[in-house]
Each structure stands twice: as structure tokens, then as C-alpha cells.
């Protein structure tokens, strides 16, 4: 185990300024390179004390910029047009990344790392999506995943396009069963 002075918060680990112990590839391959953490030595102990304030405050700034960025983003909606069967399923999923450039299409530059994706969308329909902007900010995005632009309107309206399927099946199903009538009542 490796003990890491954090520079950031980290979800699901601390805040700025916190030391805490963690494995060493977590440290090596993620905290350290990206710049979330730095070893806890005696060195870096007395650089972080002396940066601090500053740290902090960059922090604060951030942080502010992105919470404006949030508000001025809330209710952000982007829709995808993807192949799907009649159920409803995909036949490939919506990952982070492809949720990550139809927001860069809207006018709001987000990497895939911080579209917070629990597993991938392999569904049509609307989802609701977190892209976080800051360790201590993220707002909801609204996906709206259809196999064409009409379809997409009508979830956007919120119209049950399943109701309007099996409606359709329904009267195709009673014009067969009255065509089969007829036919009976022919032969007879």
C-alpha cells in the first residue's frame, strides 16, 4: 500500500489535502499521472503545505466556473439515432463517448471521462445521464436514444411509442381474424 497526499477531491476516496492510503497500481496508474495525488514524503508534505492556500483557491475557482457552466447547461438534452429492433433493443450500445460528442454538438465540450456512465444504454428511450464538470460538480443530461428523428420527437413529447405498436398490432390482428371469418363463412 501506498500512502498519496490527495490535490483533489476523489469521489469514494477524500478531499483535497487528505492522506490516505490506497494500492499502488491505483496510485501509479490513476492518481499519480492525472495529477489527483502526489506521494506523501516529507518533501512533498511541506510543498503541499506551502501551495495550499493557493491550491485551494484554485480550487474555489473552478468549482464556481463550472457551476456556472451547470446552470447555464441545466436541462441540456441531446439525441442519438441509433439501429434498434422492434423491441426496443440495440444492436450495439451508447457508451460514454458517443454521449460525450453529441454534447460537444450542443455546445458543451466534455470529455468521455467525465460522463458518469454506469454501463452502457442498449436500449431506446430517454436516460438520464450525469456529466460531471468538477470532482464536487455535475448536472444531469437527458439521452434521448431512437432508431429515427420522429421517433425521437415523440419521446421527447413524452408519447408511449410501445402503445402506439401494440395498438397497431391489435387492429392488424383483428382485420386477419375478420379476413379469416370471411373466408370461413365462404367455404361454408
Same mark, same amino acid.
Given at each position: 500500500?501506498?500512502?498519496?497526499?490527495?490535490?483533489?477531491?476523489?469521489?469514494?476516496?477524500?478531499?483535497?489535502?487528505?492522506?490516505?492510503?490506497?494500492?499502488?497500481?491505483?496510485?501509479?496508474?490513476?492518481?499519480?499521472?492525472?495529477?489527483?495525488?502526489?506521494?506523501?514524503?516529507?518533501?512533498?508534505?511541506? =510543498?503541499?503545505?506551502?501551495?495550499?492556500?493557493?491550491?485551494?483557491?484554485?480550487?474555489?475557482?473552478?468549482?464556481?466556473?463550472?457551476? =456556472?457552466?451547470?446552470?447555464?447547461?441545466?436541462?441540456?438534452?441531446?439525441?442519438?439515432?441509433?439501429?434498434?429492433?422492434?423491441?426496443?433493443?440495440?444492436?450495439?450500445?451508447?457508451?460514454?463517448?458517443?454521449?460525450?460528442?453529441?454534447?460537444?454538438?450542443?455546445?458543451?465540450?466534455?470529455?468521455?471521462?467525465?460522463?458518469?456512465?454506469?454501463?452502457?444504454?442498449?436500449?431506446?428511450?430517454?436516460?438520464?445521464?450525469?456529466?460531471?464538470?468538477?470532482?464536487?460538480?455535475?448536472?444531469?443530461?437527458?439521452?434521448?436514444?431512437? =432508431?429515427?428523428?420522429?421517433?425521437?420527437?415523440?419521446?421527447?413529447?413524452?408519447?408511449?411509442?410501445?402503445?402506439?405498436?401494440?395498438?397497431?398490432?391489435?387492429?392488424?390482428?383483428?382485420?386477419?381474424?375478420?379476413?379469416?371469418?370471411?373466408?370461413?363463412?365462404?367455404?361454408?
Amino acid at each position: 500500500m501506498i500512502e498519496v497526499i490527495l490535490m483533489q477531491r476523489v469521489p469514494h476516496l477524500g478531499q483535497m489535502g487528505e492522506r490516505v492510503t490506497v494500492r499502488p497500481g491505483y496510485a501509479r496508474n490513476y492518481l499519480l499521472p492525472q495529477g489527483k495525488a502526489i506521494r506523501a514524503n516529507a518533501a512533498n508534505l511541506k =510543498r503541499f503545505d506551502e501551495e495550499r492556500s493557493q491550491l485551494e483557491a484554485q480550487n474555489l475557482k473552478r468549482r464556481e466556473e463550472a457551476e =456556472r457552466v451547470a446552470e447555464r447547461m441545466d436541462g441540456l438534452s441531446v439525441t442519438l439515432i441509433r439501429q434498434a429492433g422492434e423491441g426496443g433493443n440495440l444492436y450495439g450500445s451508447v457508451t460514454s463517448r458517443d454521449i460525450a460528442d453529441a454534447c460537444k454538438d450542443a455546445g458543451l465540450t466534455v470529455g468521455r471521462d467525465q460522463v458518469l456512465l454506469q454501463h452502457p444504454i442498449k436500449d431506446t428511450g430517454l436516460h438520464i445521464v450525469h456529466v460531471a464538470l468538477h470532482p464536487e460538480v455535475d448536472f444531469p443530461v437527458t439521452v434521448n436514444v431512437a =432508431r429515427t428523428v420522429e421517433e425521437a420527437d415523440k419521446q421527447a413529447r413524452g408519447e408511449d411509442l410501445h402503445a402506439e405498436q401494440q395498438a397497431e398490432e391489435e387492429s392488424l390482428e383483428a382485420e386477419l381474424a375478420a379476413e379469416l371469418s370471411e373466408l370461413g363463412a365462404a367455404r361454408e
